[in-house]
Each structure stands twice: as structure tokens, then as C-alpha cells.
């Protein structure tokens, strides 16, 4: 039963945000068609490679069972072998912070609510890079966790992508993403029917961290 809870924990505070940070790859796979080759090159044209990327969010995860999508929003900062901070303001305040390590939710008032490591939740490290290489569009990692498929345009490109780890299917059916410099949109369906939207908005680069977000990551 305790097992059982853990994992339950885990997945509801993975999809209930979107953040993640670099960790160590997974096993390499075989290489990509050409088509998914090309997409994957021409993805790489657009986005922009930054230190640090920062914004703010809004989410709509859906429950089944539910009518109404359940809402909230904030602000974000992605940081390159670092991890994410998820930082929501509505309708209740809360941060969510995850490394290659670890992931801590903090209350408003800054209290520590829950705390996971991966020495305790070896999958852990798994989620967190896969997380992380969908809200960065890394494109070495997503091949490694995922099917591709998409198209790409000068407006922008979207990619499709569909768990090839069988720990991930478990929770996640697909991921759909949007974007151009930056990613735009992100479309979570999870394999019990729940999803989720967050999008992406006033994205911008920086080349360090701030100090008050660094204090976070340590």
C-alpha cells in the first residue's frame, strides 16, 4: 500500500505541473527514420538555446469524471542542468521544485509539504529528465523517451510524441507539443483519461540564474 501511494503521489504532482530537470540518459535507441530525422532538424533551426528560460503559465488539467477543467496559474523558470521551478499564484500559492535528485512542494508560506529523492523513488530520475526534455524541446532526449512525428513551418512546428518506455506508458498515453523559438503549448494525456494543457506565455532567455531562483536549486 505504501508503494502504491508513492507512486500515486509522484504522478499526480508530475502532471499537475511541467516542470523537470536534466538527468542521467537513458540506454540509446535505434536512429530515427529519415522523415523524423528532418522534423527533429528543422525543430533545432527554431528553437533557441538559452542558459535559462523564464515565463509565466496558464494550465487546464481535466479529470475524468469531472465537468470542469480544474485551472490555475504562475510563473516558471527552466534552468539548464538545474531543473524547474514551478511557481503557482492562482487560485492558491504554491512552488514546486524539481532537480535530477529530488522534487520539493512548498506552500505559500514556504513550508516544505512534500519532499521526494531518487535514491528513495529510483523513477524519479527517469520522470525528471523526460520532463525536462519536453518543456526544453531537447531533442537528443526526447528521441530517446518517445516516438516522434510532427511537422514543422515557418510559423512554428508541432510534435507528437508517444512513450517508447514501457514505466511511462503507465501514466502517459502522449504528448503533444507547440512551439517556435520557444515551446509554446504542451498537451499531456495521461493513460487513465485525465489531461492536461499549459500554456506558455512571455517566454524569455536569460544567461544566469537570479539569485533568489538560485537559492531554490540548492
Not at 503521489?9 to 540518459?25: G, R, S, T, W
Not at 529510483?122 to 531533442?139: E, G, I, Q
Not at 511511462?168 to 492536461?196: H, I, N, P, T, Y
Amino acid at each position: 500500500m505504501k508503494s502504491i501511494l508513492k507512486s500515486t503521489i509522484l504522478c499526480a504532482a508530475l502532471l499537475a505541473m511541467v516542470p523537470a530537470a536534466m538527468a542521467e540518459k537513458p540506454a540509446p535507441v535505434a536512429a530515427k527514420d529519415q522523415v523524423t530525422q528532418d522534423l527533429l532538424e528543422k525543430v533545432k533551426q527554431q528553437l533557441k538555446d538559452a542558459p535559462v528560460v523564464r515565463g509565466n503559465f496558464e494550465q487546464e488539467k481535466s479529470i475524468k469524471g469531472f465537468k470542469q477543467p480544474l485551472r490555475s496559474s504562475g510563473e516558471f523558470v527552466v534552468a539548464k542542468n538545474k531543473g524547474i521551478v514551478w511557481h503557482v499564484l492562482k487560485p492558491f500559492e504554491s512552488t514546486l521544485i524539481v532537480k535530477p535528485d529530488s522534487l520539493q512542494s512548498r506552500r505559500g508560506d514556504g513550508e516544505v509539504s512534500m519532499q521526494m529523492r531518487a535514491e528513495d523513488e529510483p523513477v524519479l530520475r527517469t520522470v525528471n529528465a523526460m520532463l525536462f526534455a519536453v518543456m526544453s524541446a531537447d531533442l537528443v532526449q526526447l528521441r530517446q523517451f518517445f516516438e516522434v512525428s510532427g511537422k514543422a513551418q515557418a510559423s512554428g512546428w508541432q510534435m507528437y510524441l508517444v512513450p517508447r518506455d514501457p514505466m511511462l506508458a503507465q501514466w502517459l498515453a502522449s504528448v503533444d507539443l507547440q512551439g517556435g523559438a520557444f515551446v509554446r503549448e504542451v498537451k499531456l494525456q495521461e493513460a487513465r483519461g485525465d489531461s492536461s494543457v499549459i500554456r506558455i506565455q512571455e517566454a524569455t532567455a536569460e544567461q544566469t540564474l537570479r539569485d533568489a531562483d538560485a537559492a531554490l536549486f540548492r
